[in-house]
């Protein structure tokens, strides 16, 4: 039944990313694109990765895709959907063609991980928790990369606000 269920949010999954790059309407491909999360939030609750899920739902199926539309909405692309050139949907294609046949080929590849290689066996994830384990983690070992993202969304949103407006 797993496997089944699997099976369905994964088609669902490949079919709504392909939505996201092939749809005209940019609206359309953002809705496409939250589908897309829900699925990839589907995928952490099978894997009992209960907070990530929900952070995936929160921050961006929620937030930032508000953001995008509100980009999309403020930037009127819809009179540019019409003005792609042939050559980049070519190049686009086969760029996209060599990573699948890349990802492809190393999965096939690849040997499944093992139990217990780690320090975070499954068996210390339920005990301590995935909340617990992500939060020390944040915050201790990668908290200069979490600070350095925290200034760089800073930048983006002034970034925004200068752009938006038509005199400063």
Known sequence: METLFFTIVAAVAVLSSILVITCKNPINSALSLV????????????????????????????????????????????????KRSNHAVAVSSILAFLVLFEACYFLFRSTPAKEGMGPLTSSVIEQVGHTELIGKAMY??????????????????IGAVVLSKKKI
């Open 140 to 157: 201790s070992e990668f908290l200069l990369p979490f600070e350095i993202t925290s200034l760089l969304l800073l930048v983006a949103i």
């Open 35 to 82: 589908m897309t999360f829900f699925c990839l939030a589907t995928f952490y609750v099978m894997l009992d990765a209960q907070f990530m899920a929900a952070i995936q739902v929160i921050v961006y199926a929620g937030a930032i895709m508000v953001l995008v539309v509100f980009v999309i909405m403020l930037l009127n692309i819809r009179s540019e959907t019409g």
